[in-house]
């Protein structure tokens, strides 16, 4: 009978800075979605990157021509302003049935993640613009 002797070299940790891994269940999603309950979420990662935290309500803009969305983060509660939603380990969510009614959009047609730019717009602010013409 054969015995296979394996050797291990044992590795000096002080040459190495070993970090630990522990984000197994990590959301490294940006992208902002629109789900079939006529609201928009927003994941995690978008959620911590630009603090929404920080804020209670958003105020919708859109450009029928060109399909898109503009959202404007803000604490000011406005009329035509709605509640940002915030959970603890998934980020936060917009629901907007008023929004997708009032343009007469179907969130079962533009369902889906999308790619997001920060812009700004005079007299407005700081805004995320969604072109729904992108969806992914």
């Known amino acids: 009978m054969m015995c296979i002797i394996q050797v291990v070299n044992k590795v000096n940790m002080n040459q190495y800075n070993f ?3 522990d984000n197994v269940k990590g959301k490294f999603e ?3 979605s629109i789900r079939n309950s006529f609201s928009f979420g927003l994941p995690t990662k978008f959620y911590e990157d630009n603090n929404i935290a920080e804020y ?3 105020v919708l803009y859109y450009d029928t021509s060109k399909k898109a969305i503009a959202f404007n ?3 000011e509660k406005e009329d035509n302003s709605l509640s940002v939603t915030h959970h603890k380990e998934y980020g936060g969510g917009i629901s907007a ?3 997708f009614r009032t343009y007469n959009l179907n ?3 533009y369902s ?3 790619e997001w730019e920060k812009d700004y717009i005079d007299g407005v602010g700081k805004v995320f ?3 729904l013409r992108n969806k992914e």
């Open 19 to 21: 970090k630990k891994f």
């Open 30 to 32: 940006t992208r902002i």
């Open 56 to 58: 209670k309500y958003v």
């Open 73 to 75: 983060f803000t604490n």
């Open 97 to 99: 049935r008023s929004f």
């Open 107 to 109: 969130p079962k047609d």
């Open 112 to 114: 889906g993640k999308y």
């Open 129 to 131: 613009i969604i072109d």
